[in-house]
């Protein structure tokens, strides 16, 4: 009886080849549906973080009749730079209503930012997922470059008000500013209308969740592409508050620091004083003559509790 022999036939180079541009061609069309999903995911998560944040505003505001201070200083007001001591934020006063009870009792409330170990505890409740943020504390300078405190990073930051509230300034038309105590009964303009906190994306402005750290600077982070170089700074309540003047802007002469931003998408997510979390698209820039274009003028108008503004025919 004969044995039939049997021929083993590879694949030619030329299929070989058209196989692979084919599984090429399915991963570059997955590519793109797995950065949504991620994407989604990471905004939600953003979202629920805020979510938190705005729950522990409201169970601090029912236990001390206010919600809490943009950042404490009991040191006289001169400029808003310099004497911002003891410094701690908003979010160090939320600590406990944020189940960081732990960490709060850490925390001497009199006693300056500077050399507590606690500020340097990251909370990653306060990062948004979107924002690559280095999850480990990192160094304030002051005005001259040198290292004033170790912190831990922010992907957010507490409104102070409009356009017209600057982050150093003694007061402001927000909901949170130098040693605020606002009551929601003082939020007139409505709290389904009023910003209480927004992202800042810590790779855009290097902020934190301890406060205005006592002779430190807010410092451009990797990715903020406004012009200007990378040296450019701000005041220290930059480090935890930010005013509602652009969203995501990239044409900030100064950087943008003292602005809203984030790594999502067409726009940031926002904390209203309702305790609603919303998606606001981008503001990214002025009109040519310096004058607020009319989402500037909405978004300003979010900004402040008791300004009087009717905002109409902005959508978020």
Known sequence: MRSRSVIHRGFTLIELLVVIAIIAILIGLLLPAVQKVREAANRIK????????GLACHN?????NALP?????????????????????????LLPFLEQDNLYRQINLAQPING??????????FLCPSDPVPPIAFQVPDAFGATVATVAPASYAGCIGGDESEVEAKTGEGVFFRNSAVRLTDITDGTSQTLMVGERAWTFAQGTWAGAVPNGVCRRGPNNRCPGGSNGSAPAPTLTLSHSHLNNT????DGGLDDFSSRHPGGSNFLLADGS???????PNDNPDGSLTKDGIAFTALGTRAGGEVITGFDF
Do not use: M
Request: with cysteine.
């Open 116 to 125: 507590s170990p606690a500020a340097g505890q990251v909370i990653h409740g």
């Open 46 to 53: 953003c979202q629920n973080n805020l979510k938190q944040i």
């Open 250 to 253: 990239t044409t900030d002469t």
């Open 277 to 283: 979390v919303r998606f606001i698209r981008n503001v």
């Open 69 to 93: 201070p943009g950042y404490k200083a009991i040191v006289p007001y001169v400029d808003g730079e310099t004497d911002t001591t003891p410094g701690w934020g908003w979010a160090a006063f």
């Open 60 to 64: 601090y505001h029912d236990t001390n």
